[in-house]
């Protein structure tokens, strides 16, 4: 994969109620990234945090299902989880962990790289 910064470290998978469900059966953390192209604070996030090692890490050590929810063009089954959530808009994150799937974990709009990790170990601690 190229490395101009556009790329991720993060194998990202797109968005379906299918892959979240299938991931959790297989036992695995799972991190939704709601996301658009327009979205600075999205941009902020992804580049500050989600692209850091520490992050990219302990998604690789911890397996996650990284999950990719792109409402750049407003999905509509995109938008129907937001508002389960109480959302109107991106970005928004949680955290699924596969033995608590009813107890999401949320993280805030403006994500630290701390939280993020904090959040993972959390997910994956008995």
Do not use: H, M
């Not at 939704?32 to 600075?40: G, Y």
């Not at 996030?45 to 911890?62: A, H, I």
């Amino acid at each position: 994969a190229p490395t101009n910064g556009v790329r991720s470290k993060i194998n990202w998978q797109d968005f379906s109620q299918e892959t979240v469900e299938r991931s959790l059966k297989e036992k695995r953390i799972v991190f939704i990234d709601f996301t658009a192209q327009w979205c600075q604070t999205c941009k902020l996030n992804e580049f500050g945090v989600l692209s850091n090692d520490s992050v990219v890490n302990e998604f690789t050590r911890l397996n996650v299902a990284a999950v990719k929810a792109d409402w750049t063009f407003s999905n509509p089954v995109i938008t129907e989880v937001l508002k389960k959530f109480g959302r109107s808009g991106v970005p928004f994150y949680v955290i699924f962990d596969p033995r608590r799937p009813e107890i999401p974990i949320l993280l805030s709009e403006l994500l630290t790289v701390n939280e993020v990790l904090e959040a993972l170990r959390r997910a994956s601690e008995d």
